[in-house]
């Protein structure tokens, strides 16, 4: 079974900490994707890779940042938390061309920023 | 810009009951639509697409058409189940643009 894994379920941080969140995929994929799930909003894109080292901002890139030093792997970083951030957290991969707008998403990653 | 408005939740349904949840679009160009469906605790997951104006998705049961005139992409089952209970969100993306843009998500819970 193919799988996007994303380190923690539940996360709970304070104020002005650097928050890394983890989400590794099995499938090869070439394309990787941060989105922020809030009520009422739906899913908002945050950065997106193509590949290795390669990183693009999304709609709402403030606050955040990434790294992707490994096909497999594609980190969030918060850099100084704030209670803005409080919110699902979820990662996705899919592969190029005709592909590419099959998104596999792991289960999410609640942070709560107090 | 690419968006996507879908009608507001929670949608409470009796199994067997028919299930429409609406999905409008504004893109610039011609755009890939899409469902993704999350059951509880788990990622999202596509559930059906369109490519091209006319065009139908199906899949388990649930269908959507592609309609250009109306800038329309409603998801339809004749008969839900329990197992239905899930978030659907309605998403396109443009061809000259990789990006998928997603709807705020209806929520449905299907009673037995």
């Known amino acids: 079974d193919v799988k996007v894994t994303q380190s923690s379920r539940y996360l709970v941080k304070r104020t002005g900490e650097k928050v890394f969140l983890e989400c590794v995929q099995d499938?090869?994929?070439?394309?990787m994707f941060w989105y922020r799930q809030d009520p009422g909003l739906g899913l908002r894109l945050i950065y997106f890779?193509?590949?290795?080292?390669?990183?693009e901002k999304g709609d709402i890139p403030e606050g955040y940042s990434v790294s992707r030093e490994k096909k497999e792997r594609f980190s969030l970083i918060l850099e100084s938390a704030s209670t803005n951030q409080t919110s699902m957290y979820l990662c996705?991969?899919?592969?190029?061309?005709?592909?590419?707008?099959?998104?596999?998403f792991g289960s999410g990653t609640q942070l709560s920023v107090l | 810009g690419n968006s996507v408005t879908q009608m507001e939740g929670p949608v409470t349904l009796s199994e067997e009951a028919f299930l429409t949840i609406n999905c409008t679009y504004t893109a610039t160009g011609y755009p890939s639509l899409f469902w993704y469906v999350q059951y509880p605790g788990e990622g999202l997951q596509l559930l059906l697409k369109a490519t091209k104006a006319d065009d139908k998705g199906s899949n388990k049961g649930f269908e959507a058409t592609y309609r250009k005139e109306t800038t329309s992409f409603h998801l339809e089952k004749g008969s839900v189940q329990v197992s239905d209970s899930a978030v659907y969100f309605c998403a396109l993306s443009d061809l000259n643009d990789y990006k998928l843009s997603f709807g705020a998500g209806t929520t449905v819970t299907v009673r037995a």
């Open positions: 890779s193509y590949d290795v080292k390669m990183k």
């Open positions: 499938m090869d994929h070439e394309n």
């Open positions: 996705a991969s899919s592969s190029p061309g005709r592909e590419r707008e099959k998104l596999f």
